[in-house]
């Protein structure tokens, strides 16, 4: 089982590096961001995307954000321009972090049931597996978005979670 401890040093190592994979994404330009580069959700832009669409789903079920508007076939293409990606990255990332502050051990018990829209049924899995999930689900795409930002030529900064997070992020 996790703690409360763990998840705000997860959403401390995910805004962390939200912060560094933008730096990098903002010295490529519009086109670079944009181009299909054979990912699951095609581009640099389009994969950064989904993570904000992700993370918004999934705070919708855990903390009551506004659902989003479309589905995940939808996810990539949701926010269109890049300075409000931008935004809304680092809004979602502050709200994250506010959010795993105030988790207490109770928050992490019992189970959560919702509709799936990408199953078609209602699913019901144990809480902490799901926000555990969700930080599993940042790292993946952003590990995809690292590659695909490396590969058009920009240098994300260094990704290792003990030392890209302070320690005040994991000590109780």
């Given at each position: 089982?996790?703690?409360?401890?763990?998840?705000?040093?997860?959403?401390?190592?995910?805004?962390?590096?939200?912060?560094?994979?933008?730096?990098?994404?903002?010295?490529?330009?519009?086109?670079?961001?944009?181009?299909?580069?054979?990912?699951?959700?095609?581009?640099?832009?389009?994969?950064?995307?989904?993570?904000?669409w992700?993370?918004?789903?999934?705070?919708?079920?855990?903390?009551?954000?506004?659902?989003?508007?479309?589905?995940?076939?939808?996810?990539?293409?949701?926010?269109?321009?890049?300075?409000?990606?931008?935004?809304?990255?680092?809004?979602?990332?502050?709200?994250?972090?506010?959010?795993?502050?105030?988790?207490t051990?109770?928050?992490?018990?019992?189970?959560?049931?919702?509709?799936?829209?990408?199953?078609?049924?209602?699913?019901?899995?144990?809480?902490?597996?799901?926000?555990?999930?969700?930080?599993?689900?940042?790292?993946?795409?952003?590990?995809?978005?690292?590659?695909?930002?490396?590969?058009?030529?920009?240098?994300?900064?260094?990704?290792?979670?003990?030392?890209?997070?302070?320690?005040?992020?994991w000590?109780?």
């Amino acid at each position: 089982m996790i703690t409360p401890a763990w998840a705000r040093a997860m959403a401390a190592y995910n805004a962390e590096m939200n912060r560094r994979l933008y730096r990098a994404a903002d010295t490529l330009d519009d086109t670079a961001r944009r181009a299909d580069r054979g990912a699951f959700f095609g581009s640099i832009q389009g994969t950064l995307c989904h993570l904000v669409w992700g993370d918004s789903m999934w705070m919708h079920r855990f903390d009551g954000w506004d659902r989003p508007p479309v589905g995940i076939p939808g996810s990539a293409g949701w926010i269109a321009g890049w300075a409000e990606l931008t935004a809304r990255r680092a809004e979602a990332d502050a709200r994250i972090e506010a959010w795993a502050a105030r988790l207490t051990p109770t928050d992490l018990e019992g189970d959560l049931t919702w509709f799936s829209g990408a199953t078609g049924q209602e699913m019901r899995r144990p809480r902490w597996l799901l926000i555990t999930h969700m930080f599993n689900h940042q790292t993946h795409h952003r590990g995809q978005a690292h590659a695909l930002i490396t590969a058009a030529g920009a240098r994300p900064e260094d990704t290792d979670l003990p030392w890209v997070i302070p320690p005040e992020a994991w000590e109780a």
